[in-house]
């Protein structure tokens, strides 16, 4: 099945909403931040308090972690065949990837390694951006037939022997999720010792009381944003731009399909979606995306867009 990106051709965003909501009772535990806690603020109306349930580098992290087969270390079957750089140990076994870590390509265990063929790799493809603007089509080209996936998250490769350190691209699709209105449901609990109740607790000793704030919302919403003139600026052809677009859709779909138990205390379910901009779009089901898929990847490669092989072996080595 295809999937039609035709009116999708004139737009500069992609605009997504989604209504979210506990999946059972009505209480949600939101991201907590250093010295922070809980994001909380006033409505832009002056009118409630607004919440931060979780943050577009959160979100980031999520969209990824939905398409990524933890048991065989590889995409999930529908996204089959996309590039990536897998690290593996000294030993041989698998260390992590480009797609899990939290710097992506920048990751140390693939810059910092004394097997530099990655490093060496991105110099050589790089070289003619030491001097001047650096060129984001050609980082965007490379990461592409590299790791596919950085060219959506976006990169930032603090290495100075890479022009200086200025190849920075910026995140083509990014997501929050907000709850408007919100009330604190506060509760509390001890953890109970009963060997020694007085013990010290600086220790792990004794009980230890505490209290706990949870929050209530009529309206907790995700929110998805996918940059397509910042895709179309890339200038990859219409091959890369459906795929880079596909992809970008698959991980919105699942993400809501699958990614929503976000913490222990806040697992939510949807209610509806809506495309905010453009209008009329209609989005595709994850079912529909995932047949489109395969189909997009090997378009991709037949136009010569990827690495063969299409996963980067790079061994971390102190």
Sequence with gaps: MSLNFQALRQSPRLLIE?????????????TGFPDLGAAEYTAPDGNGQMLLVESAQ??????????????????VDALRGLPFIRVRDDKGGILTSSVLEAHRLNSPYILESKDDSVLEMLKSELADQEVGRVDLRKLAETLVRVDTNAALHGVFLAKKELAGGRLRLPRALSGFIEAAEVKVAPSGGVKIDTVDPKGDTSKGFGHVPYARDEYVSPAITAYFNLDLA??????????AENLLIGLALYKIQRFLETGLRLRTACDLERLATRVSRPEPFELPTLTEIEQAMPGLIEQAADAGLFNEPRITEVTYRK
């Design 58 to 75: 959160s979100m980031a992290n999520r969209l990824e972690l939905v398409c990524w087969n933890e048991l065989e270390d590889d995409w």
């Design 18 to 30: 989604a209504d979210l909501q506990p999946i059972q009772g009505t209480r949600f535990q939101p």
């Design 230 to 239: 910042q895709i179309r600026a890339f200038g990859l052809g219409e091959t």
